[in-house]
């Protein structure tokens, strides 16, 4: 297992982003979803040292929030939030053009990121992005209703974690899921105020895709309950340089499922 870096920076409302490093060559970010206990590491460990073999420098922040980043709470967590201060902790980090890697709210956020600053953005791999179309429409899902819980109550406890973790994935998958995920998130989850689920507000950038002019690959599993599959047709209709995959029987966590699938498929597109 390759040993990570880590870093905290210091950004605008005095807020810390916490970022990991990993491996050398060009930068990839990526940015993991929300959910009771997402972080960086966690979300993307099974994928780290693909890449890092395959001569990529990893980088994995956590978002405001998240991991071992800040937790403010009374505060809107917008798109606009998470964006900024990811932008400002990668600047502090050294990090100026990068490729990203966003699953979930983190490919809306590297969809913000790459709006906000074009040049910034080599190419963009998104495994079931959210933020594409208007957020009422995302609470009407399947998976939103399942993910009700006791998150930030006194009574949170492991298996709750394991059951909230299990919707994320296809039912063939469930029981594939490791211990140390399920540990992992849970000790994070306990930390995190309730705010950075239900203070959260994201655009409709499903608006903007039409200027996004990078190269696109988007990925989604068949079955994902939180941000339905159709939404890859979008950025083939108005992405100028997009390709889409869908794999059957495959939940919300393409990346975990589809691991093996996901390194080559995502690597061989980033290296052109």
């Not at 990925?219 to 059957?248: I, K, Q, V």
Request: charged share 20%; hydrophobic share 40%.
């Amino acid at each position: 297992m390759v040993e990570l870096r880590s870093r905290t920076h210091l950004v605008a409302g005095g807020h810390e982003i916490h970022v990991q490093d990993v491996g050398d060559g060009p930068p990839v970010v990526f940015l993991h979803g929300s959910g009771p206990g997402a972080s960086g590491a966690s979300n993307f460990r099974q994928n780290i040292e693909a890449f890092v073999a395959a001569g990529w420098r990893v980088i994995l922040p956590d978002l405001i929030g998240y991991g071992a980043s800040s937790k403010p709470e009374g505060i809107d967590y917008t798109l606009q939030l998470f964006t900024d201060t990811v932008r400002e902790a990668l600047d502090l980090h050294g990090i100026g053009k990068a490729s990203f890697v966003g699953n979930s709210l983190g490919g809306g956020i590297a969809l913000q990121l790459t709006l906000d600053n074009p040049a910034g953005t080599d190419r963009l791999v998104l495994m079931a992005p959210g933020c594409v179309a208007e957020q009422a429409s995302y609470f009407t899902m399947p998976g939103i209703a399942k993910m009700v819980s006791n998150f930030g109550g006194p009574d949170f406890n492991l298996d709750e974690q394991r059951r909230l973790v299990s919707n994320l994935v296809h039912p063939d998958f469930v029981a594939q899921i490791p211990d140390w995920l399920v540990e992992e998130r849970f000790a994070v989850a306990r930390t995190q105020p309730k705010d950075v689920l239900v203070r959260m507000r994201t655009p409709n950038l499903g608006l903007r895709l039409t200027e996004i002019t990078c190269p696109v690959l988007v990925m989604w599993g068949l079955n994902d309950e939180f941000c339905p599959e159709s939404h890859a047709r979008l950025f083939l209709d108005h992405c100028p340089d997009a390709r889409a995959m869908t794999f059957t029987r495959t939940g919300h966590w393409v990346q975990v499922e589809r691991t093996a699938e996901f390194n080559t498929h995502a690597l061989g597109f980033l290296n052109g």
